[in-house]
């Protein structure tokens, strides 16, 4: 639910709430340090996120979908904006009141190396969070942690290893095992297998799966990888340049596409089936705009083949039921896309 603050769960009341998010940075130029401007890494982000749902984020790199990630979780001060989760503003709370939340909020990050601190033991970092956010004492939490990594597929005899003794598909599972201890209720997963092999993609991808069964977990998926986004998501959101362009159930967005940047996305991705691959694929012109001086309007007309001067103009609103999308032009989805994939199953 976006912009137009339509309720696709009317009796279901959302896990978290993301309202007018921003976050941009400042550009510094001069001896003083004087500000000349601001990237707009976010700019105005509403979602919905719903209790036992995975919400997919999808978008080229440097469209803001980490630093939003990273905004949820209040590792990036927000510019503006609100996000609620479980009745609380998470932007309004002191450093005080937030580390309570923590046990209910977690992340997985993308490099599952330089989210380990080398220096320590497994045991040391499953162990930790657990005895300061949950008050175990050292038996009970070294017990937790072994049961942590049986969970995740990795033996217990290992917690007095270092990081750098295991392999990157390992290191993901430690920091999966270090996510999912506290028992938290929504996991922001930040392109959780992008730095991994594919075959062992499909291992992560499931045991993510698993996991949010066992302990009915709410996950935002953040991903570049359309194969991984799909097999993950509920419903995905597609941003651009700092701003959400569509947002669609899984099934229907990859089968009816209806904003041209989408439809783009969708036509790259590879597809296994010869006889479902596109021959005439939509080339988009030019290199994405810099987010410090974003265009007027709509901010995908100067790549956009199908751009008319009313979207030079005025942006659009993200409006629909069901399936939201922000442009003037929208595509009467009537050409279905492939349904490729990877096989996680």
């Known amino acids: ?127 930790e969070p657990l005895k300061v956010l949950s008050g175990m004492d050292d038996a009970e939490a070294v017990k937790h942690a072994s049961e942590l990594m049986h969970i995740v597929g990795l033996s217990p005899q290992s917690l007095g290893k270092y990081p750098h003794e295991f392999s990157g ?68 959101a597609v941003m651009y340049l700092g701003k959400i362009v569509e947002l669609a159930p899984t099934k229907r967005l990859f089968a009816m596409p209806q904003h041209p940047y989408t439809k783009a996305l969708l036509e790259a991705y590879p597809v296994p089936n010869p006889r479902l691959r596109i021959t005439e694929r939509t080339v988009l012109a030019g290199d994405v705009p810099s987010p410090a001086s974003p265009p007027s309007g709509c901010r995908f007309h100067t790549r956009c083949p199908l751009a008319q001067p009313v979207c030079r103009e005025r942006e659009p609103v993200l409006s629909g039921g069901e399936h939201l999308v922000a442009c003037h032009f929208p595509l009467a989805g009537d050409t279905p896309q492939p349904m490729g994939g990877i096989a996680c199953g």
């Open 169 to 236: 598909g390992q290191r993901q599972r430690i920091g999966i095992a270090r996510a999912v201890g506290l028992r938290p209720r929504l996991i922001v997963c930040d392109e959780p297998v992008s730095a991994l092999d594919v075959s062992i993609q499909a291992q992560i991808l499931n045991l993510l799966k698993e996991l949010q069964r066992s302990f009915r977990l709410t996950y935002l998926f953040i991903g570049h990888g359309l194969g991984s986004v799909k097999y993950m998501s509920d419903r995905i």
């Open 1 to 127: 639910m976006l912009t137009t603050k339509i309720d696709e769960t009317p009796s279901l009341k959302p896990l978290l709430q993301l309202e007018g998010i921003k976050k941009y940075y400042p550009i510094k130029k001069g001896v003083f340090s004087r500000t000349v401007g601001h990237i707009k890494a976010v700019d105005g982000i509403d979602l919905n996120v719903y209790p036992g749902e995975t919400v997919g984020l999808v978008g080229e790199s440097g469209c803001g979908k980490s630093t939003l990630g990273r905004s949820i979780m209040k590792l990036e001060e927000l510019t503006e904006g609100s996000v609620m989760f479980q009745g609380r503003d998470l932007a309004q709370l002191p450093p005080s009141q937030m580390r309570s939340m923590r046990s209910e909020l977690q992340m997985i990050f993308q490099d599952p190396y330089s989210s380990l601190n080398p220096r320590k033991r497994i045991v040391e970092l499953l162990t």
